[in-house]
């Protein structure tokens, strides 16, 4: 009966919801599009949190169900209470399918195709065994050498490629240790914990930076360079706590090792076409203000360019991570879905947040972000928070002092990302536990310290860049 819950309850709960009377709910007003977008709300976090069907599927369900229940061009039968009273503002379909090409997504399309180049023509490889020869020998000063290339190709590349690529480098290293020697568990903990910290620094480094883009318009947009001004910053403090902390916690017994790294830059006109191309685009990105161009219209350059010249071919198309690009578009439409029929305002209007502390509702939304990506995706829990976030930002007076809905969106991001004190957190960390070199124990030690003081120093970080006018 145990295994068939996870089944029963994502369905039961929704349609519960559904079968209910508007009285039956505590928010005043109430339509019967929100409430269907409820049923979809309450569908998508039990999927993400259970699991019975993939998460990217999930998003797939939302999309389509918006479609059929939400939409003006959804099934007759749900809109036949169009224009009554209690019925609601419908959602205009081609808003949700946009959703599949947003230009977020095209956003994390050109970063696909960059890092898939770098690999290609071992880009990536070869930079690692350049930047990591001023290191020496000394483990501890190794283990801060791999951690800053992981952490710069994390802002650029997949979190779980780049830890997949760094813990293959480093197998006969570890090899090196003795069996009891605890530098083989600060070497194979140092990688993931250093992609999921790197990640932070770029809007396209991971999926939640990227759901925050979304949502920080108008007075609160923030470009490609203004991003990395503060997240570049954050990750640098949060590696170097990261490494003292392993070091502390796991100091290696052997005080000599080599890191033999084979490989040499590639001089054909496609691997010379791919490093020019990755140096310009992360130019473009950087001068935004200089040009022009916005990051979005920045990150189809290297499509174009490697589509083109054949460097990406058709084959190399089939290994994009469409599921990760399908996970992210569901939450945009889930969010959309809560923004354009008013319900995010509603719930949020309905709890006296004005009523707390701003400081207790920052500390408290960012705690409650930083649980909920410990034991679910952290991409999944931005697409659930981000909605609510935006509309308690703009909603709640009390925090315009400390930045307001910039300030709540992006400590919030920055929260999603630090969840990593389990192997099921994210996939650098079931990478790393799938080594044998570490402990679930382990992990959780680091990744509790690092997650609580990393959402702490995000507060901190934003709100002096809010004060000296750098953002927001």
């Given at each position: 009966m145990q295994k068939y819950l996870k089944y029963i309850i994502p369905i039961s709960i929704p349609l519960i919801v559904l079968l209910l009377p508007l009285s039956a709910f505590p928010f005043e007003g109430l339509t019967i599009v929100q409430q269907r977008v409820i049923a979809i709300f309450l569908l998508a976090a039990l999927c993400w949190v259970f699991e019975p069907i993939p998460i990217y599927a999930t998003s797939v369900v939302i999309i389509v169900l918006e479609l059929l229940l939400v939409s003006n061009k959804g099934v007759y039968l749900f809109r036949s209470g169009e224009g009554q009273p209690h019925f609601g503002e419908l959602l205009n379909y081609n808003e949700i399918m946009a959703t599949f090409a947003s230009p977020i997504i095209m956003l994390f399309l050109g970063g696909f195709f960059l890092a898939m180049a770098a690999t290609k023509y071992r880009l990536d490889v070869n930079l690692a065994r350049v930047l990591l020869k001023p290191f020496g020998s000394d483990p501890k000063f190794v283990m801060l050498g791999l951690m800053l290339i992981t952490g710069i190709f994390s802002m650029f590349m997949s979190n779980t490629a780049t830890t997949a690529m760094m813990l293959s480098i480093l197998t006969p290293v570890i090899a090196v240790f003795g069996p009891k020697d605890p530098g083989r568990i600060a070497f194979a903990l140092c990688i993931p914990v250093a992609a999921n910290i790197g990640g932070i620094g770029t809007p396209i480094g991971t999926p939640p930076n990227a759901i925050a883009l979304k949502y920080l318009v108008g007075d609160n947009y923030i470009s490609f360079g203004e991003w990395m001004a503060?997240?570049?910053?954050?990750?640098?403090?949060?590696?170097?706590?990261?490494?003292?902390?392993?070091?502390?916690?796991?100091?290696?017994?052997?005080?000599?090792?080599?890191?033999?790294?084979?490989?040499?830059?590639?001089?054909?006109?496609?691997?010379?076409?791919?490093?020019?191309?990755?140096?310009?685009?992360?130019?473009?990105?950087?001068?935004?203000?200089?040009?022009?161009?916005?990051?979005?219209?920045?990150?189809?350059?290297?499509?174009?360019?490697?589509?083109?010249?054949?460097?990406?071919?058709?084959?190399?198309?089939?290994?994009?991570?469409?599921?990760?690009?399908?996970?992210?578009?569901?939450?945009?439409?889930?969010?959309?879905?809560?923004?354009?029929?008013?319900?995010?305002?509603?719930?949020?209007?309905?709890?006296?947040?004005?009523?707390?502390?701003?400081?207790?509702?920052?500390?408290?939304?960012?705690?409650?972000?930083?649980?909920?990506?410990?034991?679910?995706?952290?991409?999944?829990?931005?697409?659930?928070?981000?909605?609510?976030?935006?509309?308690?930002?703009?909603?709640?007076?009390?925090?315009?002092?400390?930045?307001?809905?910039?300030?709540?969106?992006?400590?919030?991001?920055?929260?999603?990302?630090?969840?990593?004190?389990?192997?099921?957190?994210?996939?650098?960390?079931?990478?790393?536990?799938?080594?044998?070199?570490?402990?679930?124990?382990?992990?959780?030690?680091?990744?509790?310290?690092?997650?609580?003081?990393?959402?702490?120093?995000?507060?901190?970080?934003?709100?002096?860049?809010?004060?000296?006018?750098?953002?927001?």
């Amino acid at each position: 009966m145990q295994k068939y819950l996870k089944y029963i309850i994502p369905i039961s709960i929704p349609l519960i919801v559904l079968l209910l009377p508007l009285s039956a709910f505590p928010f005043e007003g109430l339509t019967i599009v929100q409430q269907r977008v409820i049923a979809i709300f309450l569908l998508a976090a039990l999927c993400w949190v259970f699991e019975p069907i993939p998460i990217y599927a999930t998003s797939v369900v939302i999309i389509v169900l918006e479609l059929l229940l939400v939409s003006n061009k959804g099934v007759y039968l749900f809109r036949s209470g169009e224009g009554q009273p209690h019925f609601g503002e419908l959602l205009n379909y081609n808003e949700i399918m946009a959703t599949f090409a947003s230009p977020i997504i095209m956003l994390f399309l050109g970063g696909f195709f960059l890092a898939m180049a770098a690999t290609k023509y071992r880009l990536d490889v070869n930079l690692a065994r350049v930047l990591l020869k001023p290191f020496g020998s000394d483990p501890k000063f190794v283990m801060l050498g791999l951690m800053l290339i992981t952490g710069i190709f994390s802002m650029f590349m997949s979190n779980t490629a780049t830890t997949a690529m760094m813990l293959s480098i480093l197998t006969p290293v570890i090899a090196v240790f003795g069996p009891k020697d605890p530098g083989r568990i600060a070497f194979a903990l140092c990688i993931p914990v250093a992609a999921n910290i790197g990640g932070i620094g770029t809007p396209i480094g991971t999926p939640p930076n990227a759901i925050a883009l979304k949502y920080l318009v108008g007075d609160n947009y923030i470009s490609f360079g203004e991003w990395m001004a503060f997240g570049v910053p954050f990750v640098v403090v949060m590696m170097a706590l990261a490494w003292m902390l392993i070091n502390f916690l796991y100091s290696a017994d052997q005080k000599k090792i080599e890191l033999s790294i084979k490989g040499k830059f590639l001089k054909t006109p496609k691997a010379i076409m791919v490093y020019i191309t990755f140096a310009l685009t992360i130019i473009l990105w950087l001068m935004g203000s200089t040009h022009g161009m916005n990051s979005y219209t920045v990150a189809l350059i290297p499509v174009a360019i490697f589509s083109l010249t054949g460097i990406i071919n058709k084959e190399d198309l089939k290994k994009i991570s469409w599921d990760v690009l399908w996970l992210v578009s569901g939450g945009i439409a889930l969010g959309l879905a809560l923004d354009k029929t008013g319900l995010a305002r509603l719930v949020v209007h309905s709890i006296p947040f004005d009523e707390f502390s701003p400081y207790v509702v920052l500390f408290g939304a960012a705690f409650l972000c930083l649980v909920m990506a410990n034991f679910m995706s952290h991409t999944a829990t931005a697409n659930l928070l981000m909605p609510i976030m935006a509309a308690l930002g703009t909603s709640m007076t009390s925090l315009t002092p400390l930045g307001g809905e910039l300030t709540l969106i992006l400590v919030v991001t920055f929260a999603a990302s630090l969840g990593m004190s389990l192997p099921i957190s994210t996939p650098p960390n079931a990478l790393a536990h799938a080594t044998g070199h570490v402990q679930s124990s382990q992990m959780a030690r680091v990744g509790v310290i690092l997650g609580v003081v990393g959402v702490l120093l995000s507060f901190v970080l934003v709100w002096l860049l809010h004060a000296v006018g750098h953002i927001g």
